[in-house]
């Protein structure tokens, strides 16, 4: 095939598929799936407004009823403000699901540091799984770019592909894992520990998944790994 050929080729998938053809570097495309996972900045504040009008409502009234209320009507204005904008209300619905079951936990017990467990088990989940991918040396970021190729395990075939998503996989998992080795002993300590562990999930909430990001930004800025698109040959 010649080169004319060939870019005429590629021009087609272009065509076909803007959103693949838009990275063409492991890199590129690490850096925005990443970015849409996590909703940018919006997004991360959204994941965070419902955590501060339940812990702050508490803090100050030591009513869990009306704590629950503020957070899940927090949840549910932001909600209603995306539907309004006619703006993707993925990660709104996300934290009022978050914050539901946050507060189904609260409730049940009376107790509100229980509102927290929920919170640190999914952590907990999230970093085993990541960590799990690494040893068996499928590294969940590379599934990252099986979106971007449309092939789903292509990657693999590149050592240095699967080294740099394990160590991108690695920076994704540090805050889980962190979150869950403070808040839990906080959790496990006598009394009532919602006005800690309240303050804790904040700042150990999307200021700390922005520090991972800048770091796996940082690590990815070094590098131009090619993409090699999957497709018939």
Known sequence: MSEVEANQGHGANTEADPDRAAHDTVEAAVRAQLNKALGGVRGMVEAAVPTIGF???YVATKDIKLAVGTGVGAAVLLLVIRIAQRSNPQF????????AVAAFFALRSGKAEDAFLPGILLNAG???AMLFSIVVRWPLVGFIIGTVTGDPTAWRRDPGIVRLCSRLTWLLMLPCAVRVAVQYPIYLADGDQSGLLGPAKIVMGWPLQVAALAAMVWLLARGRTPIERGGPA
């Open 55 to 57: 812990t702050g409502t």
């Open 92 to 99: 709104v619905l996300n934290s009022l699901v978050g914050i």
């Open 126 to 128: 999230y970093a085993a």
